[in-house]
């Protein structure tokens, strides 16, 4: 989940803006978690059947 959605149970705004402690920790621990995880299960999957379908496609257009 982004934090841009997220709303801080301590100050009652959204993390994104950061008023807060709270909403200033959360909001770096999930820029530090890197660009995937904001995506479900599903999602990643998805994203791996359509690498490897790219990747099979290429070989065999090379072979």
């Known amino acids: 989940?982004?934090?841009?959605?997220?709303?801080c149970?301590?100050?009652a705004a959204p993390v994104s803006?950061?008023?807060c402690p709270v909403c200033r920790a959360n909001r770096e621990r999930l820029q530090q978690e890197g660009p995937f995880a904001g995506l479900n299960?599903?999602?990643l999957i998805a994203l791996l059947v359509?690498?490897?379908t790219a990747l099979?496609?290429?070989?065999?257009?090379?072979?």
């Open 50 to 52: 359509v690498l490897v």
């Open 41 to 43: 299960p599903m999602a």
């Open 17 to 19: 803006q950061g008023r």
């Open 1 to 7: 989940m982004t934090y841009d959605r997220l709303v």
């Open 56 to 63: 099979a496609l290429v070989a065999q257009h090379t072979a």
């Open 9 to 11: 149970a301590n100050c």
